[in-house]
């Protein structure tokens, strides 16, 4: 259905000729009237390894400057790259091609672009593959997307097709590429509800870049089909090309991998600490790894199944077995993943992603871990961050990674460490499941395995060692990193609350908001527009809805002497909701009236001293944490608000201390609050993605507020002034969620009374110890010290009274059957003081002890020595019978049992019937 859309003037003019692959059947052009396939994987393999396709050898700067100068002299206008911790997506967390950086604002039509044309080379992360890396010889987890854009509307062509592959062939023919070597082939392109016709360039059978012409949308009643999929025509269209950083290194190499050819000291420096002789010098273990590579581009192999047959194929190609082929290359393949996943670490840590169970924190945690799960195989014992170090020296052109080193490390250390003890930890607890599975005779599911790894972080691999020394097999796919990575690489969808008066209020105009222009203004008159049981919409307001962890504003609308009290208020698309208290009588209030409207001052103040503190606390955080710190979460109540923050590691006394100096300090500085409402491109530009902490606002232009050094979208109500937002008082912190802590404060005059509170209970205690407050700390101290020593002594107590009673009850004990029986109730004793009586009394082998206490109940222990055992005595079997006459329960093994009850009035009963029981043990 798409043929016509590649029917390109270019190709015509320049030599080419359409042709069906005659191994896939796919369409390609080329100017090689002779050739008969597509020239991708797997209808061609690797021609270049070892035979560069390029005039000159490139490494990855000089590669990528030469791309962007490229286009920069073709009148496009380069960008700096984007984080690739995609802050300003709601839908997606990591960035994973150059479009990206645009959606969903600029390819939409919503907002225009930075520039037009443009050109940029974007890091990207992609962990859908990370089982093949290091195995197939090309995959990374990271790779840079170099790329040019032309965003294009109807009456505003910028270019198009013709132009695209153009600039593409200009590209390869400035390199030294054989004109007649490269083929264009036709695949239409479908992802995030576009699609649109797609050229893939082929070199050497190796994919250097794709251009897809983005032109259509996705819809049910669309005319054309895609992948299964209707879409239609768009009236926007995009120019969206993608081309490999390292593969056009690779291909100007002819390296045998692609990681000998992106980083190959640090490759080199990783072989040599596992003791791995990697000398690419050598002509036959070039070969080995050059055969490799280009047979693995022709197959999948993230499975054991295709890897296993890639083994075969490379092992008859050279003359050798599998089983030597295989130890060969199983230790490269482990380095190469290590040096390719901690490149990736070093620009997801650099960018601000905190390792964490959560968004992409769990897909940094799940890199680090399944690389140092291979560190500890490998036995490379230098630490992550010293292989981070090793990266950031081969980057020299992201200077923003040496100056974020020192939080780097210590991020590392500290995952380091977590590590150690979820290995010691996770032994224990999959044993323990798999017993469970070896009992119904199954194998450890693969549920059980990601739920370990989801929720414990133990990593598959342990699971299977530890799961198989009690005997258990577990399911493990091969691509098991893959799986769980593709599953948390999306955000999940939010739920959209259906407004039930959606259709009433979409009738009505947009309510002009006051409360952003006049913010210290309660009292105001509007125009009832619409009234719908007890929501009523004005033509404007001054109450705030609830909103960005704001809750809405309360106060009256007075209609003709009649006030009614509004509980809530909501936006919907623009529209301002006043929901007012439900009352037995009739509303008297209809489209049209005029209303008379009071928020109350009291409420709206608190919220907007606790909005305003917000930022404040954010920036003052970031301040003493580090710039790693982004806000996950805030909330703003009237007597206080809290704040949650990315931050790897428990926040200290002495760290909170100084963020309440901080914010004290930004206080006092008085410094004026501003709001504007900016161009969304305009504001990204001179503030950077900060400017989303609070979430994503929608929309062309966006509120952009600036509170001391904090900048961010946002559309609560906050103060004029710093110092209107009164002293801020730190409360506490906690741990909502590994990865992200909790600040909690209070502002104003709620932190006052805050103050105040604390200060009455400092009063409470040192009036209590009758001391000063300033003594407190040492009284209590003292206090504490004494109070161990006096624990000490009420222990050496009660084991002399204890051994008292044991004396005493030794004497008094009873003969049954040959054995000797104390059956005694002992008042007040707790279990242990039982469990050690018990204990010291059956080191004589022929005693058998039931002990009863009234303490919290009933308590009860039994025990039984070495000759009362082997006699038929069996403690568990009586604690069990003398509890259930308590109204308990009870157990344990013959030698030493425990159990209790409610009703400590039948504490004798039960005795007599546990000596009975005894008595019959022992005559069987």
Known sequence: MLEDEYQLDFFSENGFVRKQCSKCGKHFWTRDLERVTCGDAPCDPYSFIGNPVFKKKFDLAEMREYYLNFFEEREHTRLERYPVIARWRDDIYLTIASIADFQPFVTSGQVPPPANPLTISQPCIRLSDLDAVGRSGRHLTTFEMMAHHAFNKKGEEIYWKDRTVELCDELFNSLGV????????????????????????????????????MNMKQSKDGDIQIKGENY????????????????????????PTIYDAVFPDIVNELMGLAGVEHELDNSEYSNILAQNARLAGLMDVSEKANLFELRKQVASSIGTTVEKLSSIMEPVETVYSITDHTRCLTFMLADGVIPSNVKAGYLARLVLRRTLRMMRDMGISVSLSDIVKMHIHNLPEYPEFEEKFDVIEDILTHEERKFGDTLERGKRMIQKSAKHYKKSGENMPLESIIEMYDTHGIPPEISKEAASEVGVAVDLPDNFYSLVAEGHSKAEEKEVKVFPYAERVAKVPETRKLFYDEPTRMDFEAVILDVFDNHVVLDSTLFYPEGGGQPADHGTLEIEDVVHNVIDVQGVDGVVVHIIEESEDEFHIKKGDLVHGHVNEERRMAHACHHTATHIVNDAARKVLGDHVWQSGAQKFVDR??????????????????????????????????AEWMDRIEAEKKYGFGLYQGGVPPGKTIRVLKVADDIEACGGTHCISTGLVGPIKMLKTERVQDGVERIEYAAGLAAVR????????????SDALRVRPEHLPSTIDRFFNEWKEFKKENQRLKDDLAHV???QMANDAVDVAGMRLVAKCVPNADIDELVKIAGELTVSDDLVVLLASDSGGVKIVGAAGEDALKAGANAGTIVREMSQIVGGGGGGKPAMARGGGVDASKIDEALDAGQKLLEAQLNN
């Open 805 to 807: 009673h044991v004396l």
């Open 178 to 213: 054989d004109p007649f070597a490269v083929t264009y082939k036709e695949e239409p392109w479908a992802g995030g509800g576009n699609a649109g016709p797609c050229v893939e360039a082929l070199v050497g059978g190796l994919e250097v870049a794709t251009l897809v012409f």
């Open 754 to 765: 805050a103050t105040q509170k604390m200060e009455s209970y400092l009063s409470q205690a």
């Open 641 to 674: 608000a809290r704040l949650d923050i990315s931050h790897y590691k428990r926040i200290s006394q002495e760290e909170l201390n100084r963020i309440e100096l901080i914010a004290n300090r930004t206080v006092m500085e008085n410094q004026r609050v501003t």
């Open 232 to 255: 239609h025509k768009m009236d926007n269209y995009i120019v969206d090309t993608g081309y490999g950083l390292e593969r056009f290194v690779w291909a100007s190499k002819g390296s």
